[in-house]
């Protein structure tokens, strides 16, 4: 729970393996991070041993997040490095600005399309990439956000070699291949809050088809909005249903698309790997974070839940307001199922409470 905790809220990572709630060990089989599969089988083995039996200690889990975040980047340098050679560039020798971004380019581009640069020919890739655009129509705020991310660096490497401030323009023009791959990391690093702007605006569109308050949209005005000219909003009824984003309950107009479960389901989740995906941040956990720190513990009264969640303001609502009825009555209808009159701060039904 902390270490997808830590990776969602600062990269936009969800890292397979690590479950939202901590459920995703909670069960007989033995515990797998997928991105593991990438470290020495030895090592592998004595992590999912250590997890399966007494867990790990407090400072051991930092030291997990390390060796993940390693190997994350040890795929996207992987990538990077199939790009170099996919395009005929050398390895062993400094190479243009220009050159390095569009290595890096196609690397994080592979994600995207879903492909694997290793089974493409140079002209294969030039017929994938060229639609890059329609498959992802954000691509191009990508492709400037890693010249940006390319500039800055190479700026601060000047700037460290020479003592001293590097003026506008004069970010050295040639990278060794260390240099090209440390471009690679920090881009998707930033990838990931780059994103947040996307979401945001997708958030908003969703907001303005709102029915009435509900945190709901109509699914005919849902699919309305991608039949004028929008590229999202067209997943089908049965694809909804599975994410967990349709509500099919009896009321008029329905059935309904739930727009949280909407926004953070991995339909709007890019960089397709094994290993992770970057998705939209999700908001309810940085709510859930607040009620956290505020109550540091488990579950607690409805009634300290409730004082919390008054005063807490959201992107969408204000703070240090009333909770009407309707939410004080399901907060403690939650308590009651319980059992002990308190309520699971990590359980479905406060989730969906939030």
Known sequence: YALHRMFSRDRGWHIAGLDPRGAAWNSSESPS??????????????????????????????????????????????????????????????????????????????????????????????????????????????VSMIASVSKRLRRSWSARSQGAEVE?????????????????????????PSQNSECSAMKDRLVQMEEGGTGRVRLADFHNHALHGHWQFGESAS??????????????????????????GLNNCVLDSRYFSVCCRSECEDLLLHIEQSLQVPEAAPDAIAAVVAALPSATVPGNRTLSVVQLHRLNAIARSHGGGKVPLYGRLFAQWM
């Open 168 to 192: 506008a323009g004069e970010a050295p023009q040639r990278l060794a291949l260390n240099e090209t791959m440390s471009v690679a990391d920090h881009v998707v690093d930033a990838f990931g």
């Open 239 to 264: 694809y909804l249903r599975q994410l967990g984003a349709l509500d099919e309950s009896p009321r008029p107009g329905g059935p309904y698309v739930v727009i949280p479960n909407y926004l953070a």
């Open 33 to 142: 991070i997928a991105v593991f599969g990438r470290a020495p089988p030895e090592a592998r083995a004595n992590v999912e041993r250590a997890i399966a039996a007494e867990g790990l200690r407090e400072e051991e889990v930092p030291a997990l997040a390390v060796a993940i975040d390693f190997f994350i980047h040890d795929e996207i340098e992987e990538r990077v490095g199939h790009a170099l050679r996919l395009l005929g560039y050398p390895l062993d020798e400094p190479i243009s600005a220009e050159k390095a971004l569009r290595a890096v380019e196609l690397g994080l581009g592979s994600y995207i399309q879903g492909v694997d640069l290793r089974n493409m020919t140079y002209h294969s890739s030039l017929i994938v990439f060229s639609q890059m655009h329609v498959v992802y129509p954000n691509w191009p705020n990508v």
